[in-house]
């Protein structure tokens, strides 16, 4: 196949098709490959490259390609948007009037469509109260 089509060509249809398969294989990995795939054949069709220095190429780009990848998921994972899929964040702060009164540490309150059990000081139903924290699936509360 390579004799019939030519290096930079199977270099660009191995591209594609590793390309084509993230998209079946969701994984964030094997886009880079494929990027390296293409990256190898523009650059065979270009130079003349042996099919040894087309491997080595290949393999270069490709660990530079998920090095560089691995380090911007690993930077972009520290950002203020790493509670996205945590709403539940977005309540503290949030101040709102109990449904049930506290009584030794424990009470309800409502916020939106759902009902939370919160935790906090003893206080009277229909008391405003501000979110300042979240333990597992209990917010705690304190007066506002």
């Not at 060509?9 to 964030?28: N, Q, R, S």
């Not at 220095?53 to 530079?64: D, H, P, R, S, Y």
């Not at 702060?93 to 009902?115: C, H, Y």
């Not at 229909?126 to 597992?136: E, F, M, Q």
């Amino acid at each position: 196949m390579v004799d019939a089509l030519g290096a930079a060509w199977t270099w660009v249809i191995a591209g594609l098709v590793l390309a084509g398969a993230e998209i079946l294989v969701p994984g964030v990995f094997l886009i880079w490959l494929g990027l390296a795939a293409l990256a190898t054949g523009l650059a065979t069709a270009v130079f003349p490259i042996p099919w040894q220095g087309q491997t080595l190429l290949f393999a270069g780009l490709a660990v530079v390609l998920v090095t560089a990848a691995t380090r911007l998921n690993r930077r972009g994972a520290g950002r203020a948007d790493g509670d996205l899929n945590r709403p539940d964040r977005g309540l503290i702060g949030r101040e709102a009037v109990l449904d049930a009164p506290i009584v030794q540490g424990a009470g309800r309150i409502r916020f939106d469509d759902t009902l939370w059990r919160v935790e906090g000081p003893d206080l009277p139903a229909g008391c405003r109260v501000r979110v300042t924290g979240i333990s597992g699936t209990v917010l705690r509360v304190g007066a506002a």
